[in-house]
């Protein structure tokens, strides 16, 4: 059929004159149908995504409610049932957790579930489809007493009971821009220098320094030391060296100047020095850089076996590693000025958790399970050897369990 060159015209006037509309009319269409699936993405099951709908009997259900009662009921010592977050990626958790494990990783993970396949397991996740596909795959694996949280986290809020949510405690314990100590950094560089503890040549090779590093060497007195992700071994490395070179009681009548006073070089904070000129030993608790009173050092002392490290089972005042010449470096700076032992311990632990991020962040994740933010805990006690000792960080490890929001690794304890 062939249009009249009228009705074309005609066709064409009212095709430009309602373009706007039309474009208009297309636009709110696929915005509204974009806020639709938005809002109802959990409710929502697709052939391509991941998590399938898996249909699940109600005995094996349980409801929100319920699920708070048998956790009040349950005791410290881990009875049952066992308690699993499958959700993932981590976005919170019930109190009294007992595991974390992805719910398509239940396989891979099965050492870590329970050996008797009639042990009470209660899954959980978000909304309650992958904790339905967990239980269907724990189910074909011959486990026989599984349920799972109807709703999942979503209607355990509805229910006002707490979420504890860990997503911001990395960021607590080791915030981006890092902490400021007290104490500045003096010219406590360019007199190491001169002493011959450092040389500057290795040391620029072996450390990473940027301009702030570099003018920490130019003998900038206003420059407070501070620490963070990028310029940790920068820290510990320059502590290091004043902790190896400054006289100190640590080593006249602690563990390396008592037992250990026959090997004292073989250690790895001494030997392991290799960025003096000559033989780091030269320097060992030699040079009075930070003057310290008599009583001043007996407070070093005290202070100093109060503070543990995970990389060993050791003290500060059995400074055999280079974090433990480093830690006892800053106290002597930091007892130099006068700081009180509670500013002395927290900022200590400041320090700690930058050179063993993943040691205090299982720490920080610990206390966050029983109620106690990571600012409200007492720094002595996370540095004791119950916490910090690598003996106690390993079991606390054992108690904690892989951290479900991530970690970060350590640095190492040589130069």
Known sequence: MVLSKVRIKTYKKFVKKNREIFTLGIFLMLLSIGFWLGKNAGELSFPWTEVKSVRVSKEEEISAKDLKSELD??????????LINVHTPYEGEIEKTDLFIDYDLMVANSDKLPKDKETPIILYCKTGRMSAEALATLKSTGYKNIRHLEGGMDEWTIQNYALLDLTKLPETVLPQEGFELPISWGDIAPKLVELGA???????????????????????????????????????????????AQKSLVYEIG?????NKAKVGN????????????????????HDIVSLTS???????????????????NHTAFPDCNHGMAALAA??????????????????????????????????TYFARQGINWDKVDAKLVLSSEYSSGQGAAKLNQKVGPLPYGGKSGGSCGA
């Open 198 to 244: 450092i040389d500057k040549l290795k040391f620029e090779k072996a450390v990473a320094m940027g301009d702030s590093e570099k003018q920490v060497f130019a003998g900038n007195s206003d420059q407070m030391i501070s620490i963070n992700s990028k310029n940790g071994q920068f820290v510990v490395d320059l502590l290091w060296a004043l902790g190896l």
């Open 267 to 286: 250690f790895a904070s001494t030997g392991g020095w290799t960025l003096a000129r000559g033989n780091a030993m030269d320097h060992y608790n030699k």
């Open 73 to 82: 009921a349950k005791t410290s010592q881990g009875a049952n049932p066992i």
């Open 255 to 259: 563990p390396m100047g008592k037992e």
């Open 331 to 364: 106290i002597e700076l930091m007892v130099s000025k006068g700081i009180s032992d509670e500013e002395i311990y927290k900022n200590v632990l400041k320090l700690n958790s930058f050179w063993f991020p993943q040691n205090y962040l299982t720490i920080a």
């Open 295 to 313: 009583e001043q050092q007996k407070k070093v002392m005290e202070i100093a076996e109060n503070v543990y490290r995970p990389c060993c089972g």
